[in-house]
């Protein structure tokens, strides 16, 4: 894990997300925390990364988000070499 986000302030920010109780919540908190521009890149993200989970092409990936080919090896290579975050959230999702 990236010992550089380790910080009270990052501990603070996750504490705040994950005492939001459902979607409605959770749209008040972010709308206020980031840019329109920054919640549609990480939305975008997450996207991309359930499209490489389900093995489509990055032409096609791109196509379907407007992701860069940037930004869809960027989320690859945290699929391939991450912190297997994207996959816990996308597991939970599917259970859910």
């Given amino acids: 894990m990236n010992k550089k986000i380790h910080t009270e302030a990052v501990d603070h920010l996750f ?3 994950l005492c939001l109780n459902n979607k409605e919540e959770c749209y008040q ?3 206020d925390l980031c840019t329109v521009k920054e ?3 990480l939305s975008q993200r997450l ?8 093995d489509r092409t990055y ?6 988000t407007g992701a860069s080919t ?6 690859n290579r945290s699929l391939n070499y991450g912190e297997d ?9 599917q259970e859910s």
């Fill in 15 to 17: 504490d705040a997300i």
């Fill in 39 to 41: 919640l549609l890149s």
């Fill in 70 to 75: 940037a930004t869809i090896s960027r989320v």
């Fill in 85 to 93: 975050g994207y996959d816990l959230v996308l597991r939970r999702l």
């Fill in 47 to 54: 996207e991309v990364a359930t499209m490489l989970k389900e």
């Fill in 59 to 64: 032409l096609e990936i791109g196509e379907r």
């Fill in 29 to 31: 908190f972010f709308e």
